[in-house]
């Protein structure tokens, strides 16, 4: 009987070792798999953090381009209204050469035109290409803008009415010095005749 205790203590022991053994195993899968999933872990968050710093600085671009894009709309605008205020003092320059080659054809050919509506004419294209230009000196934005139209409003009113004035009392003394001029001169030629 003790023979055969001995034989089943082996067969145990045996067992043992295996099962110590297949633990072993065990143990070692469990690890690497655990060390496999912590490299994933990292290599993961690793990715994680660089697909963030890839969407932040896609964000950075797009609000660079949606910046640029705005700036470039505005930029277009700008040329526009430059082109179209070019345009503008081009044909305001046609004019001016027109209304000037008109009043050289005049003075050329018609002497008999009053000096004075020339003389009021030349002064009256040079101011309003003057007001003109310094009107669009002044950005359309601008709160002097207004304060400029109703000025030279004032002034044109103001001009206009001096010229009024002025021709009424040309108008009123012209025949009077014309007398005067006759006057005088009788006066004078008594005057000689007496001596």
């Known amino acids: ?9 082996d067969t145990a022991e ?13 143990t070692d899968q469990r690890d690497k798999l655990l060390s496999q999933y912590e490299a994933m872990a990292l290599q993961v968050d690793e990715s994680t953090r660089e697909i963030d710093d890839d969407i932040l600085r896609a964000q950075e671009y797009a609000k660079k381009a949606e910046v640029s894009e ?16 070019l345009d503008d003092e081009r044909r305001k320059s046609a004019n001016v050469a027109e209304e000037f080659a008109r009043f050289r054809y005049a003075a ?18 040079i101011a309003r290409d003057f007001v003109a230009w310094m009107r669009v000196k002044i950005p359309p934005d601008s709160p002097l803008l207004p304060w400029f139209d109703r000025t030279i409003e004032m002034v044109t009113k103001a001009g206009c009415l001096a010229l009024r004035w002025a021709n009424a009392f040309v108008g009123w003394a ?3 010095l014309i007398d005067l001029w006759k006057w005088l001169k ?7 005749s007496k001596e």
């Open 1 to 9: 009987m003790s023979d055969e205790i001995i034989p089943k203590a």
């Open 14 to 26: 045996m067992e043992r070792e295996a099962l110590r053994a297949l633990l072993r195993d065990v």
């Open 70 to 85: 705005h700036r470039a709309t505005e930029e277009t605008a700008r040329v526009n209204e430059l082109a179209r205020q």
């Open 108 to 125: 050329e050919h018609a002497s008999v035109e009053n000096p004075r509506a020339m003389l009021w004419r030349a002064i009256s294209l």
């Open 174 to 176: 012209t025949p009077r």
């Open 186 to 192: 009788s006066e004078v030629a008594r005057r000689v």
